[in-house]
């Protein structure tokens, strides 16, 4: 999707940063076993995205819910010594871990809504947000915001999850979980919430965007056993450390039965 010129109006900065999605409150980020529960298979869409959004050497890109840094990791090689990423997340612990983990100079992480996004209009090359849209709480707004930060002419990419069913790695921990906590069932399947392409194609159109495609994307990857699936989705996952240790046993056999 390509920004065309057109009057903007900026947005005030959010200051209300939480846990996110994937970080339980009070925790540090655990970089391996997050890699292991969503970094895996989540990593095999990013060029795709990158494509999308037309990154080039030298370009200034904005990778927006950057978690633990897995887009901006592939995008840093791209944009070479001469481009910069910024990678924003609302999450504290998710900014600290990309810094961690990615440690180059030429990475500016830094805490932010995606919302309300800090930085003037036209201000990147390219905007990218992996598998981040689909949980913020008005998505036609953050859309929006990408829009007015990317330059006349710019292209931004979003990849978000389709259906639970299409999804299986994060469909079976999602229904596992629900089963046990119904009354949180409708934030646990917030991951799915842009499945319908047509949906997504007009949130886009709203918020101003030309050349708009939606398309369906498939990887395959394979999990060689339970054990290699259940330790890491348990420790990688900040909603399973809010509310389920007291079910863990049970949860498990849902996940091993699936």
């Not at 931004?156 to 999804?167: F, G, K, L, Q, Y």
Request: aromatic fraction near 10%; proline fraction near 6%.
């Amino acid at each position: 999707m390509r920004r065309q010129s057109g009057p903007q109006r900026g947005a005030v900065m959010s200051a209300n940063f939480g846990a996110g999605f994937h970080a339980a409150p009070g925790r540090a980020v655990d970089i391996s076993a997050y890699d292991r529960y969503i970094g895996r298979w989540s990593r095999l869409f990013v060029p795709a995205v990158l494509a999308a959004a037309e990154v080039a050497q030298g370009y200034r890109v904005l990778d927006i819910s950057t978690g633990t840094g897995e887009a901006a990791l592939m995008t840093l090689p791209i944009v070479g010594a001469s481009g910069l990423v910024i990678g924003a997340d609302i999450s504290p612990a998710m900014v600290e871990a990309a810094r961690d983990r990615l440690n180059e100079s030429s990475f500016w992480p830094v805490a932010a809504d995606g919302q309300a996004l800090p930085f003037r209009d036209g201000s990147f090359d390219a905007v990218t947000c992996q598998l981040g849209l689909q949980f913020f709480p008005d998505p036609a707004l953050g859309l929006k915001e990408f829009r007015r930060v990317l330059r006349p002419g710019g292209c931004a990419a979003a990849c978000v999850i389709s259906t639970p069913d299409r999804a299986p790695m994060a469909g079976i921990f999602a229904d596992a979980i629900s089963r046990f906590l119904p009354e949180q069932r409708n934030i646990i399947y917030l991951g799915f919430a842009l499945a319908d392409p047509k949906r997504l194609e007009d949130l886009l159109d709203s918020a101003g965007f030309d050349d708009i495609r939606v398309e369906r994307e498939m990887r395959e990857y394979i999990i060689e056993s339970f054990d290699d699936y259940w330790p890491q989705s348990k420790r990688g996952s900040g909603l399973y450390h809010r509310r389920t240790s007291r079910s863990a046993n049970r949860i498990a056999a849902r996940c091993a039965k699936k």
